[in-house]
């Protein structure tokens, strides 16, 4: 196991579609969070798994957001109806303690035109 | 006013020289307090973990956290070309109650060693 996996590493898409991104955490981790970086700021938090179950949202994540981890295994973001304020990263990170660090994946850069 | 502040820099030293970064933060809960270094276009890596007040060291970075003052700061010694990176801070509370351990991070420091 080499790390959190993210696919794709890049997403360009026209404004007003949908568009979906999936996170491969490492494989004991339990934990599952989803951040969004904006161009010159930290990320910021959306939403926490733990297993299958989402146990927090941030006021971030509209209703045009949804994410799901079936199973507990892998997750997926989707973003409806897109809208150019969502051109971000999209990163995704796993942890297997509630305490210590997490382990980030590199990111879905999404590019809204 | 944001949780966590950090002065975005940019900030560039010589090869060599020891870096400085800092953060404040107001969120007297924060117990757990982390710097990541993010590459362009890369996810963040953890480089240090600490937990409450004190002083930690890992090879040439120094993590220090004084909650008195909700103040963390990372120094980095013999500073190499391969530093160049975006620095953040974040931290976190104690993940008791509704939190989950989100972490709430700094705007990033953005640093360029040059040889």
Known sequence: DTGVSQDPRHKITKRGQNVTFRCDPISEHNRLYWYRQTLGQGPEFLTYFQNEAQLEKSRLLSDRFSAERPKGSFSTLEIQRTEQGDSAMYLCASSAARIGGYTFGSGTRLTVV | ?115
């Open chain 2, 1 to 115: 006013q944001k949780e966590v502040e950090q002065d975005p820099g940019p900030l560039s030293v010589p090869e060599g020289a020891i870096v400085s970064l800092n953060c404040t933060y107001s969120n007297s809960a924060f117990q757990y307090f982390m710097w990541y270094r993010q590459y362009s276009r890369k996810g963040p890596e953890l480089l240090m973990y600490t937990y409450s007040s004190g002083n930690k060291e890992d090879g040439r970075f120094t993590a220090q956290v004084d909650k008195s003052s909700k103040y963390i700061s990372l120094f980095i010694r013999d500073s190499q070309p391969s530093d160049s990176a975006t620095y953040l801070c974040a931290m976190r509370d104690n993940a008791g109650g509704t939190s989950y351990g989100k972490l709430t991070f700094g705007q990033g420091t953005i640093l360029t060693v040059h040889p």
